[in-house]
């Protein structure tokens, strides 16, 4: 069974650029449909973005498009999402996870969480004013 685990959140000034990673504990053989989603106190978990394994197939919300970016590296087991331009508003807990892979040609159920299997315990990112 493989755990998600992501790491590099923290406190920023709006304006400025954060990385997030999410590393998996086990070697990953097969492709896979990876996704970050975040989630605001009082609020539902929303999606960010997706992408595969090979990275292939990304997909952004509306909300980030243009600012954040994701990207895999499989040899290192870790996929990332580089946020700049952050703003208050990004202020969340993020998290990562994994569906399958067959869900990257379906763009409505891939913003879905109930579409990915496996997720990470979060790490919390805060954008001061």
């Known amino acids: 069974q493989v755990q998600l685990v992501e790491s590099g959140g923290g406190l920023v000034q709006a304006g400025n650029s954060l990385r997030v990673s999410c590393a998996a504990s086990?070697?990953?053989?097969?492709?896979?449909?990876m996704a970050w989603f975040r989630q605001a106190p009082g609020k539902e978990r929303e999606f960010v973005a997706s992408i595969t394994w090979s990275g292939i197939r990304l997909l952004y919300a509306e909300s980030v498009k243009g600012r954040f970016t994701i990207s895999s590296d499989r040899a290192k087991n870790t996929f990332y999402l580089q946020m700049d331009s952050l703003k208050p508003e990004d202020t969340a807990v993020y998290y990562c996870a994994r569906g399958p892979f067959a869900l990257s040609n379906l763009e409505d159920e891939r913003q879905l969480t109930t579409s990915y299997d496996y997720w990470g315990q979060g790490t919390q990112v805060t954008v001061a004013t």
């Open positions: 086990s070697r990953i053989v097969i492709d896979y449909t």
